[in-house]
């Protein structure tokens, strides 16, 4: 019985100082909801589509669910991503995934050793797009848009480029 227990004890103190890998950081397509006719056209590409470079608007955040390049489907683009669009002109930006802003670890380290270099330092758990309140009226007030936008995501909180401040 000693012999297991020391087992034990051995291994949870080898895995205590193991890392847990993700994909925070790492380059992914952003995507959309596909529409009614693109569906209807082609069906056998799903439900989503690549967003091209020209759809955004530059020194905005964007968040894109679904992508499944990433671990947990998301990929985001923050206001400082600077990459310009390779030559398919598809909209890049790196794998995120939602956080806990008061967690006493960091839920949004960078591990990966293939991830974006220009995210790597400044990765924060942080609000896109909405703050928690207007995410919950938004809930209440107009259900069938919020799952549309947000699907069953219920915080506004995600890995991604910290702000940089105006007087910088």
Do not use: W
Not at 1 to 19: D, F, I, N, P, Y
Not at 37 to 57: F, V, W
Request: glycine residues 6%.
């Amino acid at each position: 019985m000693s012999a297991r227990l020391a087992l034990l004890v051995t291994a949870a103190l080898l895995c205590g100082g193991c890392e847990i890998k993700s994909d925070i950081g790492r380059r992914c397509t952003l995507v959309r909801k596909a529409t009614a006719d693109e569906l209807a056209a082609h069906p056998e590409l799903g439900k989503t589509r690549p967003i091209k470079y020209t759809e955004l608007k530059p020194g905005q955040d964007f968040i894109s669910f679904g992508m499944t390049e990433c671990e947990d489907l998301i990929c985001v683009r923050d206001t400082s991503y600077a990459e310009p669009p390779e030559e398919d002109g598809l909209a890049r930006g790196y794998c995120s995934k939602s956080c806990v802003t008061d967690s006493l670890q960091n839920d949004c380290a960078v591990n990966a050793s293939d991830a974006e270099a220009s995210v790597k330092d400044r990765m924060v758990c942080r609000a896109l797009l909405l703050d928690q309140q207007a995410m919950d009226d938004m809930r209440v007030n107009d259900p069938v848009a919020y799952r549309n936008t947000f699907g069953e995501n219920n915080s506004p909180y995600f890995c991604a480029g910290a702000v940089e401040s105006a007087s910088n």
